[in-house]
């Protein structure tokens, strides 16, 4: 049995270690690392209710949006308010664009690498190649669409800046609805580019999807985990009380409803300080301790009814029933392009549903005191925040990404995550580059930016292998 360590991981959203137990060309444990800390917990504490919106986007640049939700959410519940329809739909077409922006971006700018010759310029070089299969006119046309798939990515980015002022980190979004309102001419602006995106993804996305899944079919075998799956809900309705994604659990094969109160935290790998091994996000504590014993992560182990869970788009392609062929790592691929079509079938529907002149605002006071809690699901997978407040100041915050589920270390049961679970048991064709984990972790669209600015690597820089 050999143990090898592997960082940095190209086109991830960094930092991400892993330490893998080999023997031969088995891939026999896995334990996945967040390696850098970023308190933003501890940063909202004392501040006012309605900063949370802003400060908790610039956790991540490629998701932000999401923890502008469900930011919203958790002050919005706690202060007991409900927004106006119109408001609804505006917040639903601010995210979706940014749903938009990120699988485009994924399948093309992080994924697709993986499986066609790129340039030999940057930032292709350095050349890898490794187990490419296409023909030269595949490659060739495959390129072509990732070059595309740039270009369509940044217009979503504009949609998101249309209703959202800015983007990253959008203005749109606000405790009690949003700060604009529709009008003709930004509804038209935002038709004729959701149109031409919509357009690309049905006519090029969705066919490369086919034939990277078609010529790789081997890896809907590769990077299985169970079917456990959790999905907070996506895009609430116009009635305030359905989501068009709707929310719900499978374990062990069977559906269940959504229980918010059986989901917990497990500190007993990760290097924070608590009195009690598994806490609830409502009072979970985010003091660190890097010198915490049997520590080695500054993920912890999110667990619904103690059970480990995958999200997602194929959590919630699961949970809907509009995709269940398996839990591969091509899979997920799949059910990530199917769902940008989705979503950007569910936009154009909303646009239709603007009227202009609509209150898209309710004002508020901030209450003395309250707690709440703001689930929604990001673009890789179930969002929670939590937030109590005392005095009309956060008293208490607790932010659960997808990163933190998906790779979690063991709790104090043993149980492995689900990307641990995923890689253990893999064969690995060059023992070097561990190629194979590289595309089963991307399949995941991981966000370490979200997970933990203090980066303290361990061991000797000259065993960290590249993936």
């Not at 059986?262 to 010198?291: M, N, V, Y």
């Not at 607790?398 to 589920?405: E, F, N, R, S």
Request: aromatic share 8%; with cysteine.
């Amino acid at each position: 049995m050999e143990t090898k360590i592997v960082l940095p991981f190209a086109r991830i959203h960094q930092p991400l270690m892993v330490e893998i137990d080999i023997d031969g060309d088995v891939i026999k444990d896995s334990r996945s690392r967040g390696i850098m800390f970023r308190g933003f917990e501890m940063m909202l504490e004392g501040r006012d209710p309605r900063d949370a919106t802003y400060l908790t986007q610039k956790i991540c640049g490629i998701c932000s949006t999401a923890h502008g939700v469900a930011a919203t959410l958790a002050v919005e519940d706690a202060i007991k308010l409900e927004i106006t329809p119109t408001a609804r739909i505006m917040r639903n077409l601010i995210f979706g664009a940014d749903v938009l922006q990120n699988h485009l971006r994924h399948f093309y700018m992080l994924t697709l690498p993986d499986y066609i010759q790129c340039p030999n310029f940057p930032p292709f070089q350095p050349q890898n190649p490794f187990d490419l299969r296409f023909s030269a006119a595949e490659n060739e046309r495959l390129l072509q669409s990732y070059w595309r798939g740039v270009e369509m990515s940044r217009l979503a980015h504009k949609l998101v800046a249309i209703y959202g002022g800015k983007t990253p980190h959008q203005h749109g979004i606000v405790v009690g609805g949003t700060s604009m309102s529709p009008d003709a001419d930004r509804t038209n602006r935002f038709r004729g580019l959701l149109t031409e995106i919509q357009e690309f993804i049905n006519n090029d996305m969705l066919r490369d999807m086919e034939t990277v899944a078609a010529k790789y079919n081997d890896y809907f075998k590769i990077g299985l985990a169970p079917e456990n799956f959790i999905s907070y809900g996506m895009f609430p309705e116009q009635d305030g009380k359905s989501r068009r994604y709707p929310s719900g659990v499978n374990l062990d094969g069977k559906s269940m409803d959504l229980d918010s109160s059986l989901i917990t935290e497990d500190i007993t790998h990760a290097w924070f300080k608590g009195p009690r091994a598994q806490e609830s996000p409502t009072d979970a504590p985010s003091e660190p301790d890097r010198s915490k014993p049997g520590a080695n992560t500054w993920l912890k182990a999110p667990r619904y009814a103690q059970k480990s869970v995958e999200m997602g788009p194929l959590g919630r392609l699961w949970i809907s029933g509009d995709y269940r062929n398996g839990t591969s790592t091509m899979d997920r691929l799949v059910a990530r392009v199917l769902e940008t079509k989705k979503v950007a079938d569910w936009m154009l529907e909303w646009l239709d549903e603007l009227a202009p002149g609509k209150t898209t605002f309710t004002p508020f006071e901030i209450p003395e005191s309250g707690s709440g809690m703001g689930l929604t699901e990001a673009m890789r997978g179930s969002l929670g925040h939590w937030i109590r407040i005392e005095n009309k100041k956060i008293k208490h915050y607790q932010i659960i990404t997808p990163t933190a589920w998906q790779f979690s270390p063991k709790d104090s049961s043993g149980q492995r995550g689900p990307v641990d679970q995923s890689i253990v048991g893999t064969k690995i064709k060059d023992s070097e580059q561990f190629k194979e984990v590289g595309r089963i972790l991307r399949s995941y669209d991981p966000c370490f930016s979200c997970s933990g600015h203090l980066i303290e690597p361990d061991g000797n820089l000259r065993e960290f292998r590249i993936c």
